[in-house]
């Protein structure tokens, strides 16, 4: 049997997909002079560096931007006056693993074999029977770190992967630096660990090669069971809980056989989104201060919607979306995206189209200059319709595959195109 080399496999595996994201984020920019100088500095060879934020089971409701009436995340909010914030981001799973393979690849939970989270539930007695999860994202699987290393990046990872042990981790799946439980001690014991991930973040963008562009991905552990007071939170969420008034209907409802969480009112849970956006917050301090954010691509996601429910009910509410971390319902699945692309969203920017974790794959490395892609947009068609700073989902929903044409200066409409098949 011969072997095929990576990137072809790559290439055939995404030549027909679209860009989804990509092409919301350029339709953005349609009337921003900025848009096109960003364009030309990538093609001078001044391609973007790109940070990665992702929290671990941050549900949909939980960041004030997203209407938390009782969580404090001033740094996120203002990364989202700064970016676009897309009300209909999804998970390709319900839980960590597959939605953590499907970043990593752009390829859907089945194509990875990563369909739980590793090592993934004992099948036995269920009445469904599902099939076996891999424990491990394939080597042989292209990885975002392996393409943007290709591509000249140094590439960066730091805190939780769940992507495989000994023999699997980021360092073998294209990362030049990883900075994992090794280093930063455990999550759910320390409540440190968030901001040793940030500092060892800003240290690899500080001691790089300042000539070469770098992709940083920050894993976060919060806000995971089990869940911490975070000593500069806690009391102030403390005080903030025993004001509040009292519900006027239940706290707790029944969803299945567990029990639903339909209030955000936790004190602990409050500190520890608290202090995630304050890990954050050092991250974002440090591209501005040092100039790098003007040229650096910001994504800050959710690898599954928030526990909302347990035997005992879970630490948050997504409502109004119903259910939360592990099912099939809005609340499992829809999570926070915001994106902050220097010259390529506009400040404030809200998007309603439906995206998907396997997007950002293709729309990464669009947006960092690779070729990717291009073949598919020279082949877009009409569909959906940018009006100023807000984008509009088409009458016609927008499923299956959402591609963009190039977008003339000073035109109000940018079309995107579809593809039905695969
Ligand atoms: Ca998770």
Not at 118 to 138: D, E, K, S, V
């Amino acid at each position: 049997m011969t072997t095929t080399p990576k990137r072809l496999v790559w290439l055939n595996r995404h030549r027909l997909r679209g860009l989804v994201l990509f092409g919301i984020l350029a339709l953005s920019v349609f009337a921003l002079p900025q848009s096109w100088a960003f364009a030309s500095e990538t093609e001078k060879g001044s391609p973007p560096n790109v940070v990665i934020l992702l929290a671990d089971d941050l549900g949909w409701s939980d960041l004030g931007c997203y209407g938390s009436p009782f969580n404090e995340t001033p740094h996120l909010d203002g990364l989202a006056r700064q970016g676009m914030r897309f009300t209909q981001a999804y998970t390709a799973g319900s839980v960590c693993s597959p939605t953590r393979a499907s970043l990593m690849t752009g390829r859907y939970p089945v194509r990875t074999g990563v369909t739980d989270y590793i090592p993934g539930l004992n099948p036995t007695g269920r009445r469904l029977n599902p099939p076996r999860t891999a424990t491990q994202l394939a080597l042989e699987e292209v990885t975002l770190g392996e393409v943007f290393r290709k591509a000249g990046y140094q590439t960066f990872y730091g805190g939780k992967w769940h992507l495989g042990g000994a023999g699997f981790e980021p360092t073998q799946q294209g990362f030049d630096g990883y900075v994992g439980d090794a280093q930063l001690g455990r999550h759910g014991r320390d409540p440190m660990v968030g901001k040793r991930i940030s500092e060892a973040a800003i240290g690899f963008m500080r001691d790089r090669d300042p000539k070469r562009p770098f992709l940083a991905y920050l894993s976060y552990h919060e806000p995971h069971i089990p869940i911490l007071e975070y000593s500069d939170h806690i009391e102030r969420f403390r005080r903030k809980a025993a004001l509040l008034p009292r519900p006027s209907g239940p706290r707790i409802i029944p969803e299945r056989e567990g029990q639903l969480r339909i209030v955000q009112d936790d004190p602990a849970y409050g500190s520890e989104v608290a202090g995630l956006d304050s890990w954050v917050g050092l991250v974002l301090e440090y591209l501005e201060q040092s100039g790098l954010a003007k040229n650096t691509i910001v994504v800050f996601f959710s690898d599954n919607g928030g526990l909302s429910i347990k035997a005992e009910p879970g630490p948050t509410s997504n409502i109004p979306l119903r259910a939360g971390k592990g099912w099939l319902y809005e609340g499992g699945i829809r999570v926070p995206l915001i994106v902050r692309a220097p010259g390529v969203t506009s400040a404030g920017a809200v998007c309603d189209m439906p995206v998907i974790s396997t997007d950002f794959f293709p729309t990464l490395l669009e947006l960092a200059g690779r070729d990717y892609g291009r073949n598919c947009i020279s082949t877009a068609k009409a569909l959906c319709l940018f009006y100023g700073e807000r984008l509009h989902q088409a009458s016609e929903p927008c499923t299956g595959i959402i591609r963009i044409t190039t977008v003339p200066p000073g035109r109000p409409a940018a079309p995107f195109a579809r593809e039905t098949s695969n």
